[in-house]
């Protein structure tokens, strides 16, 4: 079974390719919903999170109060360091887990959704790498006005990571999401295509239409 990473940058729509390739039947395993998972209420991995950060970072029924957890995290680099060093080994496992349940169902290829790929595994640990790119502004402008972030809230998120061109630089195929949605499917058909080996990889992106439904963040 050969590994696919995809990845990209906060607010570049790489949500909306996943479920592309989610909707072409291909099997994905999503780190975000790994992380709901380890950090559910009573689980181990939030318990964790309680013993560092302290219950302010609970609902009270006893949920993770995800904003809040997110305040204390991107407004500090050692309190980021201190969350990931918690998290990240729950979710590779969680994730691993689910892999090995696909290569058991003799799947070809599985597709592992990762935000942070290059920054926690690298490009080395996978048979291919997606990036899923949009300029940094663009990200900024999705954050903004559908996620409801300020500025300064959505500066802070994709500043603590890995630049979104360093990232296009290390990725060997890359989806480019700034224009409709139709044009988004269309070139996630072909680098899948690409990937499974059964086209060449698209040399540069569509130019955009004078019409078509417009593509949010995703």
Do not use: C
């Amino acid at each position: 079974m050969r590994t696919v990473g995809l990845t990209g940058g906060i607010g570049t729509g790489k949500s909306a390719v996943s479920g592309l390739l989610r909707e072409k039947g291909v099997t994905v395993i999503d780190a975000d919903e790994a992380t709901r998972a380890v950090q559910s209420r009573g689980s181990e991995g939030l318990r964790r999170l309680v013993d560092e950060f302290g219950a302010s970072i609970l609902t009270p029924d006893g949920s993770l109060d995800r904003a809040r957890l997110g305040a204390v995290a991107f407004a500090d680099a050692e309190a980021r360091q201190r969350l990931n060093a918690i998290v990240h080994p729950l979710v590779r496992e969680w994730m691993a887990d689910r892999q090995m349940a696909a290569e058991a169902r003799g799947e070809p290829h599985v597709v592992l959704d990762i935000p942070l790929l290059f920054e926690t595994l690298g490009a080395g640990a996978f048979d291919e790498v997606i990036l899923v790119y949009a300029p940094e502004e663009v990200a900024l402008r999705r954050l903004v006005e559908h996620r409801g972030m300020t500025e300064e809230q959505a500066r802070a998120r994709i500043a603590a990571q890995m630049p979104i061109e360093e990232k296009r630089r290390l990725a060997r195929h890359v989806i480019e999401n700034t224009g409709t949605l139709e044009q988004l499917r269309a070139r996630t058909d072909r680098v899948w295509a690409a990937v499974i080996g059964k086209e060449d990889d698209p040399p540069h992106p569509d130019p955009p239409p004078p019409g078509g439904r417009e593509l949010s963040e995703g």
